[in-house]
């Protein structure tokens, strides 16, 4: 089946720090999504991907849908301690049965 | 306001001893989901339903029930826990049809399994 592979798997930076994950796939989707999870929560929607080429933001947080359509990233600029979390990508494949694909997650730790 | 709200948020059960699960949302959505997420993974889908029509997925274990009476309500079953049910347990909902992929969970039921 199809499979997202995130990167990187945990990451440590320092407050003011920007951030860089991805999301990369050997199949095409037709919508790419970011989430996060704070601990012992359930995931909340960052942003939602459309279009090939597509490059979305929310306040300090930027996405882009990969032209090819096997990928997606997500950035965060200026990070601050409430951004610790787990970072999931997620994509809508083409075939639309309801059901998304999640990477395995980022796992952002901030240095105080 | 909370959209999609799950009971309880934590549940402590022995082993073989059934559990119910319930969801509740607010968002008139026609599908509701049910996610087992273990620590540090990803959600792993166990069924969902599209309105009344249930759609399990092909590895859920017999042991997973669930129960739709009403388009606000989702009752999620484990017959007999064993100690590798121990997990979070997800609901979320999502309009079908319209932004696909876009995804409200609830805050999670949490079960430890004695």
């Known amino acids: 089946g199809q499979q997202l592979n995130q990167s990187p798997q945990s990451m440590f930076i320092q407050e003011g720090e920007d951030v860089s994950m991805n999301c990369t796939s050997s199949s095409i989707f037709n919508t790419w999504l970011w989430y996060k999870q704070d601990p012992g929560e359930g995931p909340v929607l960052l942003i939602a991907?459309?279009?090939?080429?597509e490059l979305t933001s929310n306040g300090r947080l930027t996405a882009q849908f990969g032209i090819t359509r096997k990928d997606s990233f997500l950035n965060i600029s200026a990070s601050i301690p409430s951004d610790v979390g787990i970072y999931f990508c997620?994509?809508?494949?083409?075939?639309?049965?309801?059901?998304?694909?999640f990477g395995k997650g980022t796992r952002l730790h901030i240095l105080p | 306001d909370a959209m999609v709200i799950q009971n309880p948020r934590y549940q402590v059960t022995q082993f073989g001893k059934p559990v119910t699960l319930s969801c509740s949302q607010t968002l008139n959505h026609n599908v509701m989901y049910w996610y087992q997420q273990k620590s540090s993974q990803a959600p792993k889908l166990l069924f969902h339903y599209y309105d009344k029509d249930f759609n399990n997925e092909a590895d859920t274990p017999d042991n997973f029930q669930s129960r739709r009476p009403n388009t606000s309500f989702c009752f999620l079953d484990i017959r007999s826990p064993g100690l590798g049910d121990a997990a979070m347990y997800l609901c979320a909902t999502s309009r079908a049809g319209f932004n696909t992929g876009e995804l409200f969970f609830g805050e999670g039921s949490r079960l430890t399994v004695l």
């Open positions: 991907l459309y279009k090939a080429g």
């Open positions: 997620a994509g809508q494949p083409p075939v639309r049965d309801d059901k998304i694909i």
